[in-house]
């Protein structure tokens, strides 16, 4: 295992030995190999030391002191949990990106495979001259870079499962959390109009229009997250992170049109429960919850503004 995973050298990086690897898979994890990097602001009146201990604490791998802000490195979550849950004394102000380890994404780029979800078949570039997409399915080319959505993780396949039942021709589609822009590209390709990703992560939001160009599709790229974007969209996507559909549960359904769909994932089995509830209490209903593996995709609709007695 490796224990130099230091995004870049520095004098005020320090390395420590990681303490074993965890057999737990983070829920987040990309299908290729490299580290979780927490971005931590230092509050105002706080001891940065007491920042970096708690980081410690947590597991950290390594961290490097940018002044009022702690970049720190972790092979998984703390405590291998989830890697963007809250982080014991610091809270969830946190910052998450995931950095793979180059020569993993090389490898990955070398060695990945076509994969099929929904009406979609997702296409590593280096086999756009041999894959044959079926008639009536569409191919997405793909190059993952540093962002997440490959294709190949369970939530990503089950949205795209997800929106093939739906029907999006002409509808208006927000992608929050667009990672490669996979889930927007196949809004796209599914008829959606106007498509619009957003992501906190600007190095994503460059990906996702590097594969947006390749593809020779149209998508409106925006860094940020839901409230950034105004107005209300027939369908929303939304493959966060458990606690952020929770945080994000009324800002989504204040974007979602009154009828309209919001199709959610990025949660693991046993907390569907929570994140079902908190759609309900922000005002969704007919809550479908469907199981992908260790992974659920929620589909939810809010309600049509006095209709159906509870919008
Ligand atoms: C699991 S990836 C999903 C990528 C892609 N949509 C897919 O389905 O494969 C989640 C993405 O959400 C972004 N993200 C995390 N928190 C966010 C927030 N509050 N608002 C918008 N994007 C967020 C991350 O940077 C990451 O690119």
Redesign the pocket.
């Known amino acids: 295992m490796t224990t130099d995973p230091a995004p870049a050298e520095s004098s005020s990086t320090q390395v420590r030995p990681a303490d074993g690897p965890s057999d737990q898979a983070s829920p987040?994890t990309p299908d290729v190999a490299g580290h979780w990097i927490a971005i931590v602001a230092v509050p105002p009146g706080e001891d940065a030391e007491v920042v970096a201990a708690h980081l410690w604490q947590a597991g950290a791998l390594g961290l490097r002191d940018r002044g009022r802000e702690l970049e720190a490195w972790f092979e998984r979550g703390p405590d291998g949990s989830d890697p963007t849950e809250a982080v014991p004394g610091i809270g969830t102000d946190v910052a998450w990106?995931f950095e793979p380890t180059v020569d993993h994404l090389e490898a990955w780029r070398r060695s990945a495979t076509p994969v099929a979800a929904g009406l979609i078949d997702i296409v590593p570039h280096h086999h756009a001259g041999v894959h044959d997409t079926a008639p009536g399915r569409h191919r997405i080319l793909l190059d993952p870079g540093q962002?997440?959505?490959s294709g190949h993780?369970a939530?990503?396949a089950g949205?795209l499962d997800a929106m093939a039942d739906a029907d999006l021709a002409g509808r208006s589609v927000l992608?929050?959390?667009?990672?490669?822009g996979?889930?927007a590209m196949a809004a796209v390709l599914q008829g959606g109009d106007p498509v619009v990703g957003?992501?906190?992560?600007p190095e994503?939001v460059s990906v996702a229009g590097r594969n947006a160009a390749d593809n020779d599709l149209h998508l409106d790229l925006r860094v940020?997250?839901?409230s950034d974007v105004d107005g209300h969209w027939d369908v929303v996507?939304a493959?966060?992170?458990t606690h952020?559909l929770v945080a994000?549960a009324g800002d989504l359904h204040a974007a979602t049109a009154p009828g309209g769909l919001l199709i959610a994932?990025?949660v693991g089995t046993p907390r569907a429960g929570t994140v079902a509830d908190a759609l309900a209490t922000a005002g969704y209903v007919d809550v479908d919850v469907r199981t992908h593996g260790d992974w659920v995709v929620l589909i939810a609709r809010r309600p049509r503004d006095g209709t159906d007695g509870t919008g």
């Not at 992608?175 to 490669?180: A, F, I, L």
């Not at 957003?198 to 992560?201: A, F, G, I």
């Open positions: 987040h990106r962002a997440f959505g993780h939530t990503t949205c992608d929050v959390g667009t990672g490669t996979v889930l957003v992501d906190t992560d994503a940020g997250s839901v996507l493959n966060l992170l952020t994000l994932s990025g």
